[in-house]
């Protein structure tokens, strides 16, 4: 479940979606369940927001069905920020934070962008203190995105040039990522009560180089796998329909079960931090 939330946080928004229908804003609740081998590992839940000025994003995960009896995770994250025109620069974040829960564990680490710096504000445990963790040097700080915001980042690049190919600096608030997509054009997926959203695709490869800030018994081994994506309702945000990651015994597969819209207005409400910290302004 790990490796499919670095797959989700590297899927996008669509690159068909009209410039009117992005200065008026569009938003959706999507959710997800996993499969292994056809055994059900979890899901997930991702509400997305934008319009011409502001976008937010939030995303919660956890393990399910057989082997959430054995395997208690949970993943939460918020990002909010600003969305241009500009090809360079798609999108600058405002605030990310991050909450997790495994190995009976709670942790959480929210981050704060000041001058094109991603500065960590909180962190428990703090990645380089407790953790015992190589800390990210500032030269590695500088011009990236989290990894919830990597979904309109190259989602702005598929906008603009009708394919996904793009490269991005990604930090998490412990660790530097690239994040490296390829486009492999449009794929016929099939339908089945696993992926109700089967069908015409557009397929994205990725790839999460490892660059900083990972323990030296971490493998250094880069994510890899596939993502299937295309406007699943009118009004909503073209999101995957399926994200498969590639694992030591197999694919794990996420498969789009249900689209729910919002009010597109919530990317605006989300500009003001909440006391105690920078949460993103969506529905429970």
Not at 155 to 176: I, P, Y
Not at 239 to 254: E, R
Not at 260 to 277: F, I, S
Request: charged share 30%; with cysteine.
């Amino acid at each position: 479940m790990r490796a499919l939330a670095s797959a989700l946080l590297a899927t996008v928004m669509s690159f068909s979606a009209a410039h009117a229908a992005a200065a008026e804003g569009e938003a959706a609740r999507f959710r997800y369940e996993g499969f292994m081998g056809g055994i059900k590992i979890g899901w997930a839940e991702a509400d997305v927001a934008s319009t011409d000025q502001r976008y937010v994003a939030k995303l919660k995960m956890e393990t399910g069905g057989l082997v959430g009896w054995f395997v208690e995770w949970r993943h939460g994250s918020e990002a909010v920020g600003k969305t241009t025109r500009a090809a360079a620069t798609p999108l600058t974040g405002d605030h990310y934070r991050n909450d997790n829960f495994w190995k009976e564990k709670e942790r959480f680490v929210e981050v704060a962008y000041k001058n094109g710096m991603a500065e960590i504000v909180e962190a428990t445990p703090h990645p380089v203190k407790d953790e015992g963790r190589p800390e990210v040097p500032a030269n590695l700080r500088v011009n990236v995105i989290d990894p919830v915001s990597a979904i309109f980042a190259v989602g702005r690049e598929l906008e603009r040039t009708g394919k996904c190919d793009a490269s991005f600096g990604v930090f998490d608030g412990r660790r530097r990522y690239q994040l490296k997509m390829t486009d492999k054009g449009d794929v016929d997926l099939g339908r089945s009560r696993y992926a109700p959203f089967g069908g015409e695709a557009r397929r994205c490869d990725f790839v999460f180089e490892r660059v900083a800030g990972f323990k030296n018994k971490d493998s250094d081994d880069p994510t890899r796998g596939r993502a299937y994506f295309r406007r699943a309702k009118e009004g909503a945000p073209m999101m995957p329909v399926q994200v498969a990651a590639d694992m030591k015994y197999g694919a794990a597969i996420l498969h789009l079960q249900e689209v729910e819209l919002l009010d597109p207005k919530l990317a605006e409400q989300a500009a003001v931090p909440r006391a105690g910290g920078a949460r993103a302004a969506m529905p429970e």
